[in-house]
């Protein structure tokens, strides 16, 4: 079911993620509650909000903010 829903929710250069893709990982991660903080479920883990993205791949994406947001505050 993953590679399924990795080889069609990935978009060729230049497009966007279809948005079903986006709500069907939302939904598979956390029901897309996003009341949903951060939790580490085993050492070294820590993963937030409704689609449990891990630190690290936040990281790698440049640690991306809302405005005025501190990327460098935990949760």
């Not at 993953?2 to 060729?12: D, E």
């Not at 986006?22 to 993963?47: K, M, Q």
Request: glycine share 10%; aromatic share 10%.
């Amino acid at each position: 079911m993953i590679s399924y829903l990795t080889s069609i929710c990935l978009p060729l250069p230049g497009q966007n993620v279809d948005p079903n893709c986006l709500g069907c990982i939302c939904e598979a991660s956390t029901r897309c509650n996003v009341s949903v903080g951060c939790h580490t479920p085993y050492a070294g883990a820590y993963f937030c909000g409704p689609f449990l993205i891990s630190w690290a791949y936040w990281a790698d994406a440049g640690k991306p903010v809302l405005q005025n947001d501190d990327p460098e505050k935990r949760g």
